[in-house]
């Protein structure tokens, strides 16, 4: 059978295990369904949420199972239980947010989340102490996509959305499937960033803010900034793979190589230039292009550990320090050293 429960308010006090297997309607718009001993809810096909729905006591958890979520407006799963926040693949109307977490240390287990497609973007905010494990895609329609705190967050899917806005999380976020974004806006906060993905592409011009360490690319992919890329604020920077902008400039601190890598900022006139402070190489082959336009410049302090350096299409190129590579390469330069 179905069961639903509409109302705008409504408590239950003991931990609630639904186990029909028809459908269950959870809460209403603007409203507040309180499941003091927390909820479990596997069992019925598909699950259908509006509101607030808390779980308040102690470690209770609030556990939607691995079948369809169905968001019909504004929805926040949380409360002051510390326990876990389970759900499948949800599916949010046009114009709706999902929260996850009210700020208070639950994990969260999430498979899939996706807008209509066609209509008003959603969104998602996850907000939590806990770790945040996303097992599948984030995409089709969803406007802001907001990490407003974790204990670690982990997506493993690609990420599709128009704004991935990363304010603050404990440890690590780790995007291990392919980001593209309109805007990705980082903060000045210690937590690690990792795009490890084979592709991925960001359109606004990126500062990596965190200062906590940075992982860009995997190797033989290609992740693109179109706008471009400034990466100092980081402890640490590893790059793989090839880098690219689109006739933008790049600019990072000090690198180190976690495989062969390419960095490329497709120069179509003289403001894509390329900065880069100390390079690592620990073994692995390096080449830096601008493109064959004056004035687009390739400029770093040193080099060493490098397997191949090579240097082809720039504008002008100069290390300030001294460049140590096993083999060094120079194809072609514009004007410059």
């Known amino acids: 059978y179905n069961l639903a429960l509409n109302a705008t308010t409504g408590t239950i006090a003991n931990a609630v295990t639904f186990s029909n297997t028809g459908t269950l309607a959870l809460g209403a718009s603007g ?18 949420l509006a509101g607030t729905i808390t779980a308040n006591n102690t470690t209770s958890v609030i556990n ?6 169905s968001v019909l407006a504004n929805t926040l799963l949380g ?21 996850l977490g009210t700020g208070i240390n639950n994990a969260i287990n999430l498979s899939s989340v996706a807008g209509t497609a066609g209509g008003t973007t959603s969104n998602l905010t996850i907000n939590t102490t806990g770790v945040v494990s996303i097992s599948s895609t984030i995409g089709t329609d969803i406007g802001t996509l907001t990490i407003t705190n974790s204990g670690g967050t982990t997506f493993s899917g690609a990420v599709d959305a128009s704004t991935v806005t990363l304010t603050n999380t ?8 392919a980001l593209t974004a309109t805007t990705l806006n980082t903060a000045a906060q210690a937590y690690n960033l990792a795009l490890n993905a084979t592709t991925g592409t ?4 990126v500062t990596f803010s965190n200062t906590g360490t940075l992982a860009l690319g995997a190797s033989g992919g290609t992740l693109i900034f179109t706008g471009g890329v400034i ?22 601190g000090a690198i180190t190589l976690g495989a ?5 900022t497709n120069a179509a006139s003289n403001v894509a230039d390329l900065t880069i402070a100390a390079i690592t190489g620990a073994t692995h082959n390096l080449t830096l292009l601008t493109g064959a336009v004056d004035g687009a410049v390739i400029s770093g302090t040193s080099v060493s550990g490098v397997g191949t350096l090579t240097i082809t299409n720039s504008g002008g190129t100069t290390f300030s320090g001294a460049v140590s590579a096993a083999t060094l390469a120079i194809t072609n330069t514009t004007s410059g050293n």
Do not use: C, Q
Not at 84 to 98: C, R
Not at 202 to 205: F, K, P, R, S, V
Not at 231 to 252: E, H, N, Q, V, Y
């Open 231 to 252: 990466a100092t604020a980081p402890s640490t920077r590893t790059l793989k793979g090839t880098i690219a902008s689109t006739d933008t400039a790049m600019t990072f």
């Open 31 to 48: 409203g507040t369904l309180n499941f003091t001993g927390g909820l479990t809810a596997t069992a019925p096909s598909t699950k259908y």
């Open 64 to 69: 939607l199972g691995t079948t369809a979520v």
């Open 170 to 177: 404990t440890g690590a976020i780790t995007f291990n499937g």
């Open 79 to 99: 409360g002051t239980a510390t326990g876990t926040i389970t759900l499948g693949a949800a599916t949010l109307v046009d114009g709706a947010t999902l929260t």
């Open 202 to 205: 960001i359109t606004n011009a």
């Open 260 to 264: 062969a890598t390419t960095l490329n």
